[in-house]
């Protein structure tokens, strides 16, 4: 990208960033699709809704909980006029009822499967457990789909500097599994700023098709 995309991608994040809607079961009605969407997909506590306050240079745009389970609706933020953002229900929770975990996961899926304007799925892993059994069942469900997906590790400034590179070689390794997927992996950390520019920089990229 060039130095001046570059500039734009960061002005585009630092500009408004306002939340526009909120779903909370499969079937509610979803905002108009009349901007390209990116949704942040991920196991509870992975980090999605610090991640996206980071992106935004915001401290509470997006919920964020230690509790896992905290984000129990979609929540759409409109990004400037230009990129719609979702933060989506987090996955693979266990302190939460058989009936209620199932009903999330029903909405989560029903929307991956039937959004027309969704252009990216970023798929959340944290850098500290690597990729498990559920990320690999959504990472299904998006390639069913055909909803092209980008994986990015969170977290990775608590993963030691002697352990990043087999981390990272496991996240590309579950990318190619999944034709979906593409081949590059961003490891981010929303504490550090880690990895958060070439975030933005790609997400930016999806305003422009």
Not at 47 to 73: D, E, F, W
Not at 92 to 103: D, H, L, M, N, Q
Not at 181 to 198: K, M, N
Request: proline share 5%; aromatic share 6%; glycine share 8%.
């Amino acid at each position: 990208m060039t130095v001046d995309a570059e500039e734009a991608a960061r002005k585009l994040f630092a500009g408004p960033c306002d939340f526009v809607w909120g779903a909370q079961k499969a079937g509610d009605a979803l905002p108009p699709g009349k901007l390209p969407e990116a949704a942040f997909v991920g196991r509870s506590n992975a980090g999605k809704s610090s991640l996206i306050n980071a992106l935004t240079g915001r401290k509470t745009l997006a919920r964020v909980s230690q509790t896992p389970g905290a984000t129990r609706q979609i929540n759409f933020f409109d990004l400037g006029g230009r990129l719609m953002l979702a933060d989506l229900p987090g996955y693979g929770f266990a302190k939460v009822s058989k009936t209620e975990a199932a009903a999330w996961q029903a909405m989560i899926f029903a929307y991956l499967r039937g959004r027309s304007p969704l252009r990216r799925a970023l798929v959340l892993i944290d850098a500290r457990r690597g990729p498990k059994d559920s990320d690999s069942q959504v990472l299904g469900l998006l390639n069913a789909a055909a909803v092209s997906t980008l994986i990015v590790l969170t977290k990775f400034d608590e993963v030691p500097a002697d352990a990043r590179a087999a981390v990272l070689d496991a996240a590309r390794a579950e990318a190619r599994r999944h034709t979906v997927a593409l081949e590059a992996v961003i490891a981010t950390s929303a504490r550090s700023g880690e990895g958060i520019p070439a975030l933005r920089e790609h997400l930016y990229e999806l305003t422009a098709r």
